[in-house]
């Protein structure tokens, strides 16, 4: 089944540690994006990756770090420097940047204790 | 840059009850115009799109409009159904540009009654 998977579902880690979020697709897709999601919040954007060895920052970088080595691969990091990372966390694709529809991974939901 | 206004933030209709969300936009640039469904827990799904050359769209049960001059666009869902049931965000964007981000509303919680 082609699509987009996020690992895990859930995550704890304490403060002050690092940690890195999971996003893999297999839809060929050249572009991809990580969103932040808040209760009662629309989704912000952290960063997105229009082709490979390529990376913006979006609306909310600040504490956060990717990479984007493999086309199918576009992995988040938080960092300690994010200051309130208890989110939901959203990748997601598109074939090319800027011209089709956004396809959505089922989200990691991180908890910092 | 662009902002995007949603209301309500909330909704409960009856089943069988027709539904209306509401966006505004901030930049008479922007041309997409997406709406995504999220369940709870669950990544947004989307559910139907439209772009500026036209100004109105149907799929079954579901129809967006679009008014550019006003700048305001509008999801109708009707003979809701429980299933219906979730969050609804709209979205805006300039495709073909450098600029091509989704701008998003900050959702609606629609809650249907059988």
Known sequence: ?113 | GENVEQHPSTLSVQEGDSAVIKCTYSDSASNYFPWYKQELGKGPQLIIDIRSNVGEKKDQRIAVTLNKTAKHFSLHITETQPEDSAVYFCAASIQGGSQGNLIFGKGTKLSVKP
């Open chain 1, 1 to 113: 089944d082609g699509g987009i998977t996020q690992s895990p579902k859930y995550l704890f880690r304490k403060e002050g540690q690092n940690v890195t979020l999971s996003c893999e697709q297999n839809l060929n897709h050249d572009a991809m994006y990580w969103y932040r999601q808040d209760p009662g919040q629309g989704l912000r954007l952290i960063y997105y990756s229009q082709i490979v060895n390529d990376f913006q920052k979006g609306d909310i970088a600040e504490g956060y770090s990717v990479s984007r080595e493999k086309k199918e691969s576009f992995p988040l990091t938080v960092t300690s420097a994010q200051k309130n990372p208890t989110a939901f966390y959203l990748c997601a694709s598109s074939p090319e940047f800027s011209y089709n529809e956004q396809f959505f991974g089922p989200g990691t939901r991180l908890t910092v204790l």
